[in-house]
């Protein structure tokens, strides 16, 4: 599970512009919330002690998305490498 995560992050590194310690806590969240359908913007700021602007924000400087957009970004490169790692579309 740890090794899967680690692909799953350095699958999303591409989209950083920088690296720093901002935008690795910022992807944290948003790989710690990614399996929840029904987060929302404001659930990801609250965890990281942002305003919804803050993330909004930080989320354009850092990964060129919005932050609903990235979300996506990382469920999809985690659904790719379960596929890859040959689990079926329904499981997935």
């Known amino acids: 599970m740890l090794m899967e995560q680690n692909k ?3 699958s999303i590194v591409f989209y950083e512009k920088e690296h720093s310690i901002e935008a ?15 987060v929302k913007v404001i659930d990801i700021a609250q965890l990281l002690q942002y305003s919804e602007r803050t993330l909004r924000r930080k989320s354009r400087q850092y990964f060129d998305s919005s932050p609903i957009k990235l979300l996506q970004k990382i469920r ?10 040959g689990m079926t579309s329904s499981q997935v």
């Not at 690795?24 to 029904?38: V, Y």
């Not at 999809?76 to 790692?85: E, G, H, K, V």
């Open 8 to 10: 799953l992050t350095q």
């Open 24 to 38: 690795a806590k910022l992807l944290g969240a948003f790989e710690q919330l990614h399996a929840n359908a029904s």
């Open 76 to 85: 999809l490169n985690r659904a790719t490498l379960l596929l890859s790692d």
